[in-house]
């Protein structure tokens, strides 16, 4: 069986069902998951067709982070080709309450169009950074690998891949006076500390929503994908 991706929730399936675990590569020390790991592109769908192919697999399970949209359709349609059962394990998404002022908006140029602050905390990811390249705000960037340019011209940059805790989060807002959070709603309990500081504070949240997913079974729980292995005969 092959696994998608390096998230918490592919690592804990990885623990408990002999898998092969496939990364993209992004990340230069990663957190590696039990038994085989493979690293890198397999070329397209193409590729990942002779790939599956070449490795006998039986079953593949998608456990990427919700914005890895292409390695999400491209498994989608190399699994359909060739008729192999295929899961995407995606945990919840972040839960709003009430009083939370968050903003949805449906991409990271949308979010970087309407930053209704001046000091922003962003925590998209390098890969999204460009997208505000051209603002004027200052941001406080988080990522767990430097950025590539272009950046926007008043910018920290914080190298960390948690976990964060309320109160830590609660001392970065305070310490750099943030006025506005960017997240995008990749949800889980390693990020969520953010959210819960700027309920607390007050801080406007502009939040982007999850691409769509192909129509194929998704559960939110790494159980729920072992119950499905089982019944997919894998
Ligand atoms: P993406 O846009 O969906 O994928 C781009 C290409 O990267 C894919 O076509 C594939 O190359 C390769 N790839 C992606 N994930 C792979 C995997 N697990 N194993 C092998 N190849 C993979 O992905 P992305 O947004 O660049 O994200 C890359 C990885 O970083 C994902 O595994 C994702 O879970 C993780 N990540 C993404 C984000 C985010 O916000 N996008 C955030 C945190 C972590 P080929 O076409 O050559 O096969």
Known sequence: MLVLGGTGEARR?????PVISSLAGRVSDP??????????GFGGVDGLVTWL?????????????????????NAFEATSRLGLPFLILRRPGFVQEPGDDWRWVSSVAEAAASLPGERVFLTTGRQDISAFASCS???LARMVEPPASPL???IQVLLDRGPFTVDGELALLREHRIDVLVTKDSGGEMTSAKLVAARRL?????IVRRPPL??????????????WLGTAGA
């Open 152 to 154: 926007p011209q008043r």
């Open 202 to 206: 007050g801080v406007p949240v502009v």
């Open 13 to 17: 399936l990885a623990a408990l069902v």
């Open 214 to 227: 192909p129509d194929a079974p998704v559960v939110a729980t790494v159980e729920e994908a072992v119950s």
């Open 31 to 40: 957190r590696l998951p039990d038994g085989d790991v493979r690293v890198g």
């Open 137 to 139: 705000q200052w941001f």
């Open 53 to 73: 192919r070449d490795n006998d697999i039986s079953a593949v399970v998608d456990a990427t982070h919700p914005f890895a949209r292409k390695i999400t359709a």
